[in-house]
């Protein structure tokens, strides 16, 4: 069963037509990695999804649920959706574990100590125990990064949206939180990445989707995509990237 299903998704900004007709498909436990150039529309993507822009045409399924419909209550489809997006966006004024556990406090209800238990066990299991009581300001970016990935699974959501995680961090840090992901993907979780880190799209994906002039224009394996491209706009941007 489809997780996420879009159909002719269309978003414009003024006359910047970004996605044009965008369909695409998540199952249950699957991995999907965006790839693609600087202005594809990869974050424009994610941000319809969770109803950060509203998309000008087509619609968008979650788990079956119209998404789209304007009279659906956005606060409770972003309560199904766990999003990490670039910049760590973590409360600084905030200690580690009440940045993970608000959402699941204010927004789902779950009682305090419940919160709290869950959320310091996977601290711990990702590395982060030490750094419970810790103000954001005192960690890593990959740290941050990690507890913000944290605090997107916390509450077990449908969908994980992963944008562009890795890029504002040092090269050194970008392991780590890699590792993370990977960690999820082998429990599970079914996730839709947009990335520039290409050996780990590689590595990690059930399936790429190639994003060109505003639409996928070759779905894969990482197999196919890498190693026996079809579309020609597919192989300049393979080799582009990989000879920068
Ligand atoms: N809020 C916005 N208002 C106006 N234009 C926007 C907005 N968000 C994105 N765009 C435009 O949409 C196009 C696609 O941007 P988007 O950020 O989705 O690309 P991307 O593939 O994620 O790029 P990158 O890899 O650099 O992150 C760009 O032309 C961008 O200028």
Do not use: C, W
Not at 124 to 142: A, M, Q, W
Not at 181 to 193: E, H, I, P, W, Y
Request: overall charge negative.
């Amino acid at each position: 069963m489809s997780v996420l299903e879009l159909h002719g998704v269309h978003k414009l900004f003024g006359d910047n037509h970004v996605l044009k007709g965008v369909d695409l498909e998540v199952d249950e436990h699957e991995v999907v990695v965006v790839i693609g150039a600087s202005g594809s529309g990869k974050s424009t993507l994610m941000r319809t999804i969770n109803l950060i822009e509203r998309v000008d045409d087509g619609r968008i399924l979650l788990s079956g649920d119209d998404i789209t419909d304007p009279a659906v209550d956005v606060d409770k489809v972003r309560a199904r959706i766990g999003v990490v997006f670039q910049h760590f966006n973590l409360f600084p004024h905030m200690r580690v574990i009440d940045n993970v556990t608000l959402a699941a406090r204010k927004v789902h209800g779950t009682p305090a100590d419940v919160a709290r238990d869950r959320a310091v066990g996977l601290l711990e299991k990702f590395g982060l125990g030490e750094k419970v009581e810790d103000y954001p300001d005192r960690l890593s970016g990959g740290q941050q990064q990690r507890v913000a990935i944290v605090r997107a699974i916390l509450t077990d959501p449908e969908l994980l949206l992963l944008d562009e995680i890795t890029s504002a961090l040092d090269p050194m840090l970008v392991g780590e939180v890699l590792d993370l992901v990977r960690d999820l993907k082998a429990q599970g979780s079914t996730m839709l990445m947009a990335t520039h880190e290409m050996s780990f799209a590689r590595s990690v994906a059930d399936r790429i989707v190639f994003m060109h002039g505003g639409r996928p224009l070759e779905v894969g394996t990482p197999e196919q995509i890498f190693e026996d491209p079809q579309q020609p706009e597919t192989r300049e941007f393979l080799a582009r990237i990989t000879h920068r």
